[in-house]
């Protein structure tokens, strides 16, 4: 892959984070400030990415996310990493806590080898399974096994399904238990968005097939890369650099406002 293939694909991720290109279910919409999204199913994903601002300016940005949002926490974005070094000492002080960093990693070279696990299964999860997959994303992220509330899963599981065919599901199961997921969004470039494995299931290479899996079919189809997004100070960072994810391709800087 060369430097202007790298280009192609920070841009298409700077454009998701625009609005220009949207999932199914956001609405974005220009500030005066920076790009508000809403997430319809998902409120509490709603967020501004801030394009361009002074400190002296702060007090006004806020004002403008309460007349979109209310008085609830909203998630702030920054990917330009000068001006984040500018309003970082500034942010806090005005009710905004770092929360952490995100870097978003290309593949480049071959695709890793499928290493079977014993007794896993793969399939494409569907309607009818994205209950399972929820309840899967839910413990794994957690990292417990406690059965998530009912009510949260019925709902993220309504907001999945309604996103099948943007987006685009694996569910693994162990002997027939849903044990492991990976999701991505279609596109030139793939972008994987989960990638997780339920406690019990863990150290026995699952989240590696099912990684494997998608990027082996990324590159048997008319798809470009894969791309994947992490926090660079969690450990998975140093996995995903071993099979293959070596160019950053995008940076973000990620906040949480709390109006006061």
Excluded at 113 to 141: G, H, I, M, P
Aim: aromatic share 10%.
């Amino acid at each position: 892959m060369d430097a202007h293939d790298l280009a192609d694909i920070a841009r298409g991720i700077r454009h998701r984070y625009r609005g220009a290109r949207p999932g199914p279910r956001e609405a974005f919409e220009n500030g005066t400030y920076g790009i508000y999204s809403r997430q319809l199913d998902h409120p509490s994903l709603d967020s501004v990415l801030i394009e361009s601002i002074s400190k002296e300016q702060l007090p006004d940005l806020w004002r403008e996310a309460q007349t979109r949002f209310g008085s609830k926490s909203v998630r702030v974005y920054v990917d330009d990493w000068r001006l984040d070094a500018e309003l970082e000492p500034h942010l806090g002080t005005e009710g905004c806590n770092r929360s952490c960093e995100m870097i978003y990693l290309a593949h480049i070279g071959e695709p890793p080898c499928v290493e079977q696990v014993e007794n896993l299964t793969v399939e494409r999860a569907s309607a009818d399974t994205v209950r399972e997959y929820e309840v899967v994303r839910a413990k794994s992220f957690a990292d417990s096994e406690v059965e998530p509330d009912p009510e949260e899963v019925t709902a993220n599981a309504g907001g999945i399904a309604a996103d099948l065919g943007e987006t685009h599901l694996l569910l693994g199961r162990v002997e027939g238990e849903a044990a492991a997921i990976a999701g991505w969004y279609e596109g030139t470039d793939r972008l994987v968005f989960h990638l997780a494995t339920r406690m019990p299931f863990r150290n026995r290479g699952i989240a590696r097939h099912l990684l494997s899996h998608v990027i082996q079919e990324t590159y048997t189809s008319d798809h470009r890369s894969v791309t994947i997004f992490k926090d660079p100070e969690e450990t998975p960072v140093s996995f995903y650099r071993r099979m293959g994810f070596t160019e950053e391709v995008y940076w973000q800087a990620r906040y949480l406002y709390r109006p006061r």
